[in-house]
């Protein structure tokens, strides 16, 4: 090594002082690879602006964008017995809880809000994958059933982010419980006259799937997200058969009339307000 580098940068380094540089910058599309600063990304709402990938969003970044102005008012969820099982496998669920908890900052896998979209009252559900995969336990159960129940007092319509790897395994049948439970919150927004909309992000899965999510007036997709009961490729090893490109994605859900439209996010919002002024137009007082 040489005297400039032995000597003199050090030398540089002192004077100058030594810069801390985030690492969170800089995210990389896990589609194209392209690095995207962060500040592009957040204004293009987790869009990747060189291939157009939609990258999953926290339930938090999904009722800000959803509601008029980024405003909204979340609602306390009823609190669920943490631990019904007192489950175990390499760790404690009660310890899964709380990491996720302190993680995440929120209780649970689902956040629920109310607020005005397109002038419009509503009421919003977002699931959060990043809690332990979005999947649905007894709080997620209660917290639907909460929703719903706003919804109706409010006369409003409820509007449901789906992300999920399905039912939590920790909670055993409670938590398969929850899909009906679900199914009869979702009959309660809809023997009240109230539109349902959901929004189908990626990943939606496993009871999930089964129960809620496709109950929907309108059943909404995100472009590209994968939606289905059980893995392609455990599919794939029960038919034996190649499945088709692009299955269980929602171009091809849509191409076989399973959902209603895929929707870019971008465009997301102003769907919902005009689906939102539709669906309403005849419980709307007439004009004087």
């Not at 008012?73 to 009823?78: A, E, F, K, S, V």
């Not at 993680?103 to 397109?118: M, T, Y």
């Not at 006369?155 to 789906?162: G, H, N, S, V």
């Not at 076989?256 to 919902?272: S, Y």
């Amino acid at each position: 090594m040489s005297w400039l580098t032995e000597f003199v940068r050090p030398k540089i380094r002192t004077l100058l002082g030594r810069q801390e540089v985030p690492d969170n910058l800089w995210r990389q599309c896990p589609n194209c690879q392209q690095m995207i600063f962060h500040r592009e990304l957040e204004a293009a709402k987790k869009v990747c602006p060189h291939c157009g990938h939609h990258m999953r969003a926290s339930a938090a970044e999904r009722l800000a964008w959803t509601f008029d102005d980024g405003a909204y008012t979340r609602i306390d969820l009823p609190k669920a017995v943490a631990d019904p099982l007192r489950f175990r496998d390499q760790k404690r669920y009660a310890d899964r809880l709380k990491d996720a908890r302190d993680a995440n900052k929120q209780e649970d896998a689902l956040l629920v809000a109310h607020g005005a979209i397109g002038g419009g009252r509503a009421v919003v559900a977002a699931m959060s994958f990043e809690f332990m995969g979005g999947s649905m336990g007894s709080a997620v159960g209660e917290g639907l059933v909460a929703a719903a129940r706003l919804a109706v007092l409010q006369a409003a319509p409820l509007i449901l982010y789906t992300a999920s790897g399905g039912a939590r395994m920790q909670e055993g049948a409670i938590s398969l419980m929850q899909m009906p439970r679900s199914v009869i919150a979702t009959q309660m927004v809809r023997e009240a006259g109230l539109p349902f909309i959901v929004v189908l992000t990626d990943p939606t899965t496993g009871g999930v799937t089964a129960s809620f999510a496709m109950l929907g007036d309108v059943q909404i997709a995100e472009p590209n997200a994968q939606i289905g009961f059980a893995g392609p490729r455990v599919i794939e090893q029960t038919v034996r058969e190649k499945l088709p490109v692009g299955f269980q994605r929602a171009e091809y859900l849509l191409e076989h009339g399973i959902i209603d439209m895929v929707v870019k996010r971008a465009e997301l919002t102003a769907t919902l307000a005009r689906l939102i002024a539709l669906m309403t137009a005849n419980k709307r007082p007439a004009a004087a």
